[in-house]
């Protein structure tokens, strides 16, 4: 099977990010105008300098006229993309073999989402026409039943599991109340954290990522190129991605403990970047905290924890922002808000502000290492897709 | 119910039915046919007949003496819910119920009671009536209807008697079927039989066109071999059907007797009851509506949908629910054969009780089940309180309607707890 790889042959030269939140007063147009022209403007570039767009919304519009309509973009190749809650990257992922492809010099890739238009609670997809015997369930109730399989497989006392995912979300408002473009930027403790409403199965009120709009966008280069724009590039070390062929739901050997797809994307993704010790190699982690019990489980799938310890690695502080391994410094999916379609740009956009030491006082890494990974999935536990990136601020 | 009714009666028996009969006073549908749907369900062949009897009590007696009149194998099935205005006596005397019989000859299988002889008196009279696709029945007064149904019923056990050649004494055991209790009982002890069957309305209701196949299956629970039984329904006349028991009774005996069903149920707030009965509206979440179901993707997966059927690999046996052209391992294309699944008991890998989601009754309780033998399948349960479930628990399949969305019933299948009687 072949998965070569790019490293090292694309470069991100500027990104741009919108706040994640109910923007009430922004429409879609508005959130792809204001992230378009902050990138623009990070990159240093015309507007015309870009030759080709890819476009990453869920439900905020079919076709790439989606994005060339509002930027008013002159003849340019607009392709829209969608892969469940991993679009954002998607995109990215695209434009970049676009450029790798030598068919163009500068591609851009912007994720947008207006989730808040509906009126609904939560992400409510509309399935096509279909006969009636599909699951009807929320996201957060599939992914509830990780825990208690998790939780009698590996014996942890339901109440060690409870404050493990816990401190997940209170670590990611933690980081959150320190990003300014967060949506929720109060830390939150632990005691309101575990006595709130139960949603679906164990997990309650703070164990679930909320929605919210915004927009995420980034523009890439070849990596020889990078140094017209910029002499902080971030350079694309690898770009996995897994479909899921939904077996997890139809075959009794998956037990719920793990999120396969993931396990396969990673082990990709580290042979592409030539990771071999992933949780002493990289710097910083943004990953898919669609539930707080997902992060526990990605711990282990990213290779940071043994199987069945992660959740003592997460009471031990080892994910926090002065911990270890900081897994999403920005406040992640938890904190920062999810607009389906930019979240994937946006956990890019950490990377790129932490790398180039650009995070701020209150939630700048320090560190020696110079890689990133972002991890970005869709979809649920037996039937995901799984994305992941490594992005490096030096060559090699 | 009726679904479930028949499923417990093909399972005692090798007869193939030919024919399936359905009558409910409260069916889903008007103008298409309702008993297509309990026929997709028990996966009867194409080549039988599936129609509704018409929405009256009637029907359902009138179901067992057509089939009695017929060749081939029938199914007669009859099913009602039954309620009334909020606390009304309509209301708490009614009960939910279905019943199914397979008929036939001993040239199909074995019998396990012999037709010997029948009966009828019919009468235009107004004892009680509705208006259709409404929940309740009105009623005259009941002295009327004693008075009109005790010379009818009496009128036609004489003759039921003289077509089968004997005396009433000769009748062990006998029930009689009547929208009154009261008038139940009154007819009952001037028949002369032997015994009077207890209706059990008291525990289960009065349960319209379910009570007559629902006291027929209470007669031949608690007889003996060599028995004559007699059923007596008073509903626009009257109607006695008697049987004589065979020797093969008790291998036709059902495994889940009334009996022990009366034992398996749980109290349920009233709050609750009249949500069910669509007379209390809840607040559903702040989620889209469920979309109505497409026509033509439900028939392309008649088999799925309707009888839980999936797909077994036939290199690997592996089951795939749904159903899949390709093999799981991604290698075979068509190389599968059916599997029903519907008879299967399975287990529980993991579970939830999702808050959020729209359901006509929330929590929707919900579980990853492994079958016995092979496959998988998350799927909801029922008839369950969300404390009872975890990990290991055994459960089977009934069949449920999901949701109704413009005027479309969503039938599909969902688990509940494999309960000791």
Same mark, same amino acid.
């Given at each position: 099977?072949?998965?070569?790889?790019?490293?090292?042959?694309?470069?991100?030269?500027?990104?741009?990010?919108?706040?994640?939140?109910?923007?009430? @007063?922004?429409?879609?147009?508005? +959130?792809?105008?204001?992230?378009?022209?902050?990138?623009?403007?990070?990159?240093?570039?015309?507007?015309?300098?870009?030759?080709?767009?890819?476009?990453?919304?869920?439900?905020?519009?079919?076709?790439?006229?989606?994005?060339?309509?509002?930027?008013?973009?002159? @003849?340019?190749?607009?392709?829209?993309?969608?892969?469940?809650?991993?679009?954002?990257?998607?995109?990215?992922?695209?434009? $970049?073999?676009?450029?790798?492809?030598?068919?163009?010099?500068?591609?851009?890739?912007?994720?947008?989402?207006?989730?808040?238009?509906?009126?609904?609670?939560?992400?409510?997809?509309?399935?096509?026409?279909?006969?009636?015997?599909?699951?009807?369930? #929320? $996201?957060?109730?599939?992914?509830?039943?990780?825990?208690?399989?998790?939780?009698?497989?590996?014996?942890?006392?339901?109440?060690?599991?409870?404050?493990?995912?816990?401190?997940?979300?209170?670590?990611?408002?933690?980081?959150?109340?320190?990003?300014?473009?967060?949506?929720?930027?109060?830390?939150?403790?632990?005691?309101?954290?575990?006595?709130?409403?139960?949603?679906?199965?164990?997990?309650?009120?703070?164990?679930?990522?909320?929605?919210?709009?915004?927009?995420?966008?980034?523009?890439?280069?070849?990596?020889?190129?990078?140094?017209?724009?910029?002499?902080?590039?971030?350079?694309?070390?690898?770009?996995?991605?897994?479909?899921? @062929?939904?077996?997890?739901?139809?075959?009794?050997?998956?037990?719920? #403990?793990?999120?396969?797809?993931?396990?396969?994307?990673?082990?990709?993704?580290? $042979?592409?970047?030539?990771?071999?010790?992933?949780?002493?190699?990289?710097?910083?982690?943004?990953?898919?905290?669609?539930?707080?019990?997902?992060?526990?489980?990605?711990?282990?799938?990213?290779?940071?924890?043994?199987?069945?310890? $992660?959740?003592?690695?997460? +009471?031990?502080?080892?994910?926090?922002?002065?911990?270890?391994?900081?897994?999403?410094?920005?406040?992640?999916?938890?904190?920062?808000?999810?607009?389906?379609?930019?979240?994937?740009?946006?956990?890019?956009?950490?990377?790129?502000?932490?790398?180039?030491?650009?995070?701020?006082?209150?939630?700048?890494?320090? #560190?020696?290492?110079?890689?990133?990974?972002?991890? @970005?999935?869709?979809?649920?536990?037996?039937?995901?897709?799984?994305?992941?990136?490594?992005?490096?601020?030096?060559?090699? | 119910?009726?679904?479930?009714?028949?499923?417990?009666?093909?399972?005692?028996?090798?007869?193939?039915?030919?024919?399936?009969?359905?009558?409910?006073?409260?069916?889903?549908?008007?103008?298409? =046919?309702?008993?297509?749907?309990?026929?997709?369900?028990?996966?009867?062949?194409?080549?039988?007949?599936?129609?509704?009897?018409?929405?009256?009590?009637?029907?359902?007696?009138?179901?067992?003496?057509?089939?009695?009149?017929?060749?081939?194998?029938?199914?007669?099935?009859?099913?009602?819910?039954?309620?009334?205005?909020?606390?009304?006596?309509?209301?708490?005397?009614?009960?939910?119920?279905?019943?199914?019989?397979?008929?036939?000859?001993?040239?199909?299988?074995?019998?396990?009671?012999?037709?010997?002889?029948?009966?009828?008196?019919?009468?235009?009279?107004?004892?009680?009536?509705?208006?259709?696709? &409404?929940?309740?029945?009105?009623?005259?007064?009941?002295?009327?209807?004693?008075? &009109?149904?005790?010379?009818?019923?009496?009128?036609?056990?004489?003759?039921?008697?003289?077509?089968?050649?004997?005396?009433?004494?000769?009748?062990?055991?006998?029930?009689?079927?009547?929208?009154?209790?009261?008038?139940?009982?009154?007819?009952?002890?001037?028949?002369?039989?032997?015994?009077?069957?207890?209706?059990?309305?008291?525990?289960?209701?009065?349960?319209?066109?379910?009570?007559?196949?629902?006291?027929?299956?209470?007669?031949?629970?608690?007889?003996?071999?060599?028995?004559?039984?007699?059923?007596?329904?008073?509903?626009?006349?009257?109607?006695?059907?008697?049987?004589? =028991?065979?020797?093969?009774?008790?291998?036709?005996?059902?495994?889940?007797?009334?009996?022990?069903?009366?034992?398996?149920?749980?109290?349920?707030?009233?709050?609750?009851?009249?949500?069910?009965?669509?007379?209390?509206?809840?607040?559903?979440?702040?989620?889209?509506?469920?979309?109505?179901?497409?026509?033509?993707?439900?028939?392309?997966?008649?088999?799925?949908?309707?009888?839980?059927?999936?797909?077994?690999?036939?290199?690997?046996?592996?089951?795939?629910?749904?159903?899949?052209?390709?093999?799981?391992?991604?290698?075979?294309?068509?190389?599968?054969?059916?599997?029903?699944?519907?008879?299967?008991?399975?287990?529980?890998?993991?579970?939830?009780?999702?808050?959020?989601?729209?359901?006509?009754?929330?929590?929707?309780?919900?579980?990853?089940?492994?079958?016995?033998?092979?496959?998988?399948?998350?799927?909801?349960?029922?008839?369950?309180?969300?404390?009872?479930?975890?990990?290991?628990?055994?459960?089977?399949?009934?069949?449920?309607?999901?949701?109704?969305?413009?005027?479309?019933?969503?039938?599909?299948?969902?688990?509940?707890?494999?309960?000791?009687?």
């Amino acid at each position: 099977m072949a998965s070569h790889g790019i490293k090292d042959q694309i470069a991100i030269i500027g990104m741009g990010c919108t706040n994640f939140v109910e923007h009430w @007063n922004l429409g879609l147009d508005d +959130l792809i105008v204001n992230a378009a022209n902050e990138c623009y403007s990070s990159a240093g570039i015309a507007k015309d300098a870009v030759d080709a767009y890819w476009l990453g919304t869920a439900q905020g519009g079919m076709s790439g006229i989606t994005l060339a309509r509002p930027l008013q973009l002159q @003849n340019k190749p607009v392709t829209r993309v969608e892969n469940y809650c991993a679009t954002g990257s998607e995109a990215l992922r695209q434009a $970049a073999y676009a450029v790798a492809s030598g068919a163009y010099d500068v591609a851009m890739a912007l994720g947008v989402e207006k989730t808040k238009d509906s009126g609904f609670q939560g992400l409510n997809a509309t399935p096509p026409p279909n006969d009636g015997t599909g699951r009807t369930l #929320t $996201a957060a109730a599939m992914f509830s039943m990780v825990a208690p399989a998790y939780a009698k497989k590996f014996g942890v006392d339901a109440t060690e599991l409870r404050e493990a995912i816990a401190r997940v979300a209170w670590k990611n408002h933690y980081n959150g109340a320190r990003n300014s473009r967060a949506q929720f930027r109060k830390e939150v403790s632990m005691d309101t954290i575990k006595n709130s409403p139960k949603m679906a199965g164990d997990l309650g009120l703070f164990d679930c990522a909320g929605v919210a709009d915004g927009a995420a966008a980034a523009i890439v280069c070849r990596a020889q190129d990078a140094h017209k724009y910029t002499d902080k590039p971030l350079y694309i070390k690898a770009l996995s991605f897994v479909a899921g @062929n939904g077996s997890g739901l139809t075959d009794p050997t998956y037990d719920y #403990t793990t999120f396969p797809e993931i396990a396969a994307c990673a082990v990709d993704a580290y $042979a592409q970047a030539g990771i071999t010790n992933p949780s002493t190699e990289i710097a910083l982690a943004e990953v898919h905290d669609c539930f707080t019990i997902t992060e526990l489980v990605l711990m282990e799938d990213l290779l940071f924890s043994e199987r069945g310890t $992660a959740w003592q690695d997460i +009471l031990d502080g080892r994910f926090d922002l002065n911990g270890q391994l900081p897994v999403n410094p920005d406040g992640g999916l938890k904190s920062f808000g999810h607009p389906v379609g930019a979240s994937g740009l946006r956990m890019m956009f950490e990377a790129w502000l932490q790398l180039r030491g650009e995070a701020g006082p209150e939630r700048q890494i320090n #560190t020696d290492r110079t890689l990133a990974l972002t991890h @970005n999935l869709g979809g649920y536990p037996g039937e995901m897709v799984s994305f992941i990136s490594i992005l490096g601020s030096q060559l090699g | 119910m009726a679904v479930e009714a028949g499923r417990i009666a093909l399972r005692h028996t090798s007869a193939i039915p030919t024919q399936l009969l359905f009558a409910s006073v409260s069916p889903t549908y008007a103008d298409k =046919t309702n008993a297509t749907v309990v026929h997709a369900a028990l996966r009867l062949d194409d080549t039988a007949l599936a129609i509704d009897l018409g929405s009256s009590v009637r029907s359902a007696m009138g179901g067992l003496i057509l089939a009695l009149q017929s060749q081939g194998v029938s199914v007669v099935a009859s099913a009602d819910i039954r309620t009334g205005l909020a606390g009304s006596s309509e209301e708490a005397n009614g009960g939910d119920a279905a019943a199914a019989f397979v008929i036939g000859d001993d040239t199909h299988a074995p019998l396990a009671a012999e037709f010997i002889g029948a009966a009828s008196a019919t009468e235009e009279f107004i004892d009680r009536w509705r208006a259709p696709g &409404t929940q309740r029945t009105k009623t005259w007064d009941e002295k009327f209807s004693e008075i &009109t149904y005790l010379p009818l019923g009496q009128r036609a056990w004489t003759q039921a008697l003289q077509d089968a050649g004997i005396q009433a004494s000769d009748v062990s055991l006998v029930a009689v079927s009547s929208p009154s209790a009261r008038i139940s009982s009154t007819v009952a002890a001037k028949l002369g039989a032997a015994k009077v069957l207890d209706n059990l309305s008291s525990v289960i209701g009065l349960t319209g066109a379910a009570q007559p196949g629902l006291l027929l299956a209470l007669l031949l629970e608690q007889s003996e071999p060599g028995q004559i039984v007699a059923l007596v329904s008073l509903t626009d006349g009257a109607d006695v059907l008697l049987f004589r =028991t065979t020797k093969h009774l008790p291998q036709a005996q059902p495994d889940t007797t009334v009996a022990q069903q009366l034992t398996r149920g749980a109290p349920v707030s009233y709050g609750r009851f009249l949500s069910w009965r669509t007379m209390l509206a809840i607040e559903p979440p702040r989620r889209p509506e469920p979309q109505r179901v497409s026509a033509t993707a439900s028939a392309r997966s008649e088999n799925w949908k309707f009888g839980f059927v999936g797909s077994r690999d036939t290199t690997t046996g592996a089951v795939h629910l749904p159903p899949l052209r390709v093999s799981a391992d991604g290698q075979r294309t068509d190389n599968m054969q059916d599997a029903p699944m519907a008879d299967v008991l399975g287990t529980i890998a993991t579970f939830t009780v999702d808050r959020l989601a729209y359901s006509p009754s929330p929590p929707i309780v919900f579980a990853v089940v492994d079958f016995d033998g092979g496959g998988r399948f998350p799927i909801e349960l029922c008839d369950i309180d969300a404390e009872e479930i975890a990990i290991g628990g055994r459960v089977r399949m009934t069949f449920r309607r999901l949701s109704v969305t413009d005027d479309i019933p969503n039938y599909f299948w969902k688990a509940t707890l494999v309960r000791a009687s």
